[in-house]
């Protein structure tokens, strides 16, 4: 049976004692059932691995002592996506969640010309990423930004290699024949595709422009199998 994972962001290196959090209390004692010497996992998503046992077993403020910290070495692959709000939220929540669990270190929600949505709630995305990192154990937290306007992100990136997928006609490469450095920032748009205007706009700021392959794939699609080509692991 695997151990348990948990996220505590106020861990930091050097505790040999730490209270986890209501939530993280509550999951440990009343969901998992855990006890008092019963041994977790614990990390900051900064980085640290914790080993760890409960101490002091309570529904809101598990003690627990730590037993070792390691330091886990970031991807040298920063991998960034660029995704465009989507009408349906529960496909973008789905797309972030899985972009997390490959890897992504950046997730950057984009409002575009086409862009059609009804909300985003910032805090929800938020447990989605931080869920997402636990379900696949791992310790670095993406990085979700605010949704941003399009032409923002193009004057605000600053990526050694900068790629942009759209359905417009003109001059592309296979995503497959592409080589992703370790700085990569991955542009895809909403239903409808981007505006030409934004398009224009990006390949005169650098950005390749990227062929997914002969048919036209949903913007969650299109960012997940785009991810799965350009992902070094």
């Not at 070495?73 to 996506?81: E, T």
């Amino acid at each position: 049976m695997s151990v348990p994972y948990f996220y505590e962001p106020n861990l930091i290196s050097g505790n040999t004692s730490f209270t986890l959090n209501e939530v993280s209390s509550k999951h440990c004692i009343q969901v998992l059932r855990m006890q008092q010497n019963d041994r977790l996992d614990i990390t900051n998503g900064k980085g640290f691995l914790f080993e760890a046992t409960i101490s002091a077993a309570h529904k809101k403020n598990t003690v627990v002592t730590i037993l070792t910290e390691k330091q886990v070495m970031r991807s040298a692959q920063s991998l960034s996506l660029g995704i465009a709000l989507l009408k349906n939220v529960t496909r973008l929540e789905w797309l972030i969640e899985k972009a997390t669990e490959m890897g992504v270190q950046n997730i950057i929600p984009m409002i575009c010309e086409r862009t059609i949505f009804e909300k985003f709630k910032l805090d929800r995305m938020q447990n989605i990423v931080q869920s997402a990192m636990i379900q696949s154990q791992q310790t670095w937290l993406p990085q979700l930004a605010h949704p941003i306007k399009f032409k923002e992100v193009i004057a605000q990136q600053k990526n050694a290699q900068k790629l942009i997928a759209h359905c417009e006609p003109g001059k592309k490469i296979d995503i497959k024949k592409v080589d992703a450095g370790v700085d990569c920032l991955l542009l895809i748009g909403p239903e409808g595709d981007f505006s030409p205007v934004e398009i224009e706009l990006a390949l005169q700021n650098d950005y390749q422009a990227l062929h997914l392959g002969p048919t036209r794939l949903r913007t969650e699609t299109a960012g997940l199998f785009a991810l799965s080509v350009l992902k070094k692991f």
